[in-house]
């Protein structure tokens, strides 16, 4: 995208901006909202530096630790995930690297998962490389996910155990793969607007599938902890900008909706959001199903007028 344009979009009053983004959701993407439920699968003891992760074993957070979810746990979540209305479910881990013991058994959960319960099939799972991919996609995963987090300058402000290109490595082997990949990041950790249209640029030219927008939500005893929520003007233009670079991707609004947006989490789907995360986050909270399954009845009602 030329500079131009970029400049264009950032002088562009919020109301403007959210009409061009609705008006190319609308002409580049079909369908209704994408529902995405994730199970915490493996949670915290991880390696990784990660300043806004509360899984992290370099924080001190209140984050629950508990090895690998049995076969029968995750079958069961999945189960849980189609019903709650979810067409997606994803198996997240923690840590840069499985152990292959664990690797195998989410293999045969996936395989089991689609095989009985008929949900299409998510992944994060962390690095891997083209051989572990063949396997999953064989098993039935048809998407895996792995953010970028942010722009490759400011990255290592926020990881320093691992590179941008790591992230960026994995991603192309999913893809060499043929998986879908999920990839997007997070937003409101001090970094600026033009950090946030690099990062949208750059998934654009790795041609992935669906783009998560996490708004940070500070945590205790993280790096971040102190920061200061993003403005929900904030968020819901970078929504729009993602929109509007991105053109027919699947952008879902994901951890930070609740708090951020609020009462306005409609208006991110007027911003060009076609999709979210259901039934909470990784170690947060989210909002009830029926509050959510709300939302989305009324966005549809919104598109139609």
Known sequence: MEKKEVDRLL???????????????????????????????????CSEDCKFCAQSARHKT???IY??????????????????GAQ?????????KLSEKEFHLIVDAVRKITGKIKIKMCASLGSMGDEEFSLLKEAGLSRYHHNIETSPGFFPKIVSTHTFQDRV??????????????????IGMGETMDDRIQMAIILKELNVDSVPLNILVPIAGTPLGQNAHLSCEEAIRTIAIFRVILKDKIIKIA???????KDFQA???????????????????????????????????????
Not at 67 to 84: G, N, T, V, Y
Not at 88 to 96: E, K, M, N
Not at 293 to 301: A, G, M
């Open 11 to 45: 002088r562009l009053p919020l109301l403007e901006l959210i009409a061009e983004a609705d008006k190319i959701r609308k002409q580049f993407v079909k369908g209704g909202v994408e529902l995405c439920n994730i199970l915490n699968a493996k949670s915290g003891s």
């Open 62 to 64: 209140k984050a629950d």
């Open 67 to 84: 090895p690998l979810k049995s076969k029968a746990e995750m079958l069961k979540a999945a189960l849980r995930a189609k019903e709650m």
């Open 88 to 96: 997606r479910f994803d198996i997240v881990t923690s840590g840069d």
């Open 169 to 186: 490595r994995t991603i192309k082997a999913a893809k060499r793969a043929g998986l879908e990949v999920c990839s997007g990041g997070i």
């Open 255 to 261: 951890a930070g909706r609740e708090s951020v947006l």
């Open 267 to 305: 208006l991110g789907f007027m911003a060009g959001a076609n999709g979210m995360l259901i039934g909470g986050y990784l170690t947060i909270k989210g909002r009830s199903v029926e509050e959510d399954q709300k939302l989305v009845n009324e966005v549809i009602r919104l598109w139609k007028q």
